[in-house]
């Protein structure tokens, strides 16, 4: 059964009210694909565009969106976080790896709000560069990793998760 809905199938936000409070982490990862025209503007571990710095931007709106989650995805319960870091940088195959990792002490898992960070920031990232090329691809959106809750999951060992900045 899923967990959002009804014995009569009907949606239904998730009764935590029974729960007590753990700590909950989550790491979610969106990869952009970004094309040669928008490569040339990497410089200094930034890319710079008409709108401005694009990675500090993209960082700023991951971190307004995983605060927002619940107006954002029906079912998801309004969580105060504890913290949400966001880093992006380009991999060897010269993509832009979003990274995101929340916490919070809560009745209630962190996953979306790290998958909704990710995913906001790779479109913030998008909306900065089309300007110089609407062949931008957003690809794999995916959760890492989530503690806390009923069961921790990991990604596969081929899918090296976020580390935890030793800062914090």
Do not use: W
Not at 132 to 158: N, P
């Amino acid at each position: 059964m899923f967990s959002h809905l009804d014995e009569s199938n009907r949606p239904t936000m998730v009764d935590v009210g029974a729960k007590n409070p753990t700590r909950r982490e989550a790491a979610a990862q969106a990869i952009v694909r970004l094309p040669k025209e928008v490569l040339v503007h990497f410089k200094d571990d930034e890319i710079t565009g008409k709108k401005g710095p694009v990675f500090q931007t993209a960082i700023i709106a991951g971190i307004m969106a995983c605060k927002k989650t619940s107006e954002l995805i029906p079912l998801c319960h309004p969580l105060a976080l504890d913290d949400c870091k966001i880093r992006i940088h380009l991999n060897e195959r010269r993509e832009a790896v979003i990274e995101c990792r929340v916490s919070c002490h809560q009745k209630t898992g962190v996953e979306m709000e790290a998958l909704t960070g990710a995913t906001i920031a790779a479109l913030t990232l998008y909306d900065m560069c089309k300007s110089m090329s609407h062949d931008i691809v957003i690809g794999e959106v995916r959760l890492l990793e989530k503690t806390g809750g009923k069961s921790d999951v990991k990604a596969g060992a081929q899918n090296p998760v976020l580390a935890r900045d030793p800062a914090d």
